[in-house]
């Protein structure tokens, strides 16, 4: 089983910039696609970035495409967005996921969820 805790997101005003990270319990993180996904009040939960097992794969949503940087660390078992230039359509609950298909871009293609964290920017 695998244990995704987040941490990270808040308040921030347009223009600015948080960092949201995803802590793994396990020892086969090394071996999953992590990706990133938010939803919005009223929404469904869109896909925002992934990132592929040995980190050299990486692809974003147009949303946030050159404000948002995935990365992660195997060694740790983390795995984080780093979001610039947040607009108040940023605002959503961030998950982050992993998935045991290297591919994974459809939330049904991802096994585990993070409990969530709210981003809030404001205008």
């Known amino acids: 089983q695998v244990r995704l805790v987040q941490s990270g997101g808040g308040l921030v005003q347009a223009g600015g910039s948080l960092r949201l990270s995803c802590a793994a319990s396990t020892f086969t993180f090394r071996t999953y696609a992590m990706g990133w996904f938010r939803q919005a009040p009223g929404k469904e939960r869109d896909f925002v970035a992934r990132?592929?097992?040995?980190?050299?794969?990486?692809y974003y949503a147009d949303a946030v495409k050159g404000r948002f940087t995935i990365s992660r660390d195997n060694l740790k078992n983390t795995v984080s967005l780093e979001m610039n230039n947040l607009k108040p359509e940023d605002t959503a609950v961030y998950y982050c996921a992993a998935a045991s298909i290297i591919s994974a871009y459809r939330q049904q293609e991802y096994d585990y969820w993070g409990q969530g964290t709210q981003v809030t920017v404001s205008s």
């Open positions: 990132i592929s097992p040995g980190g050299g794969n990486i």
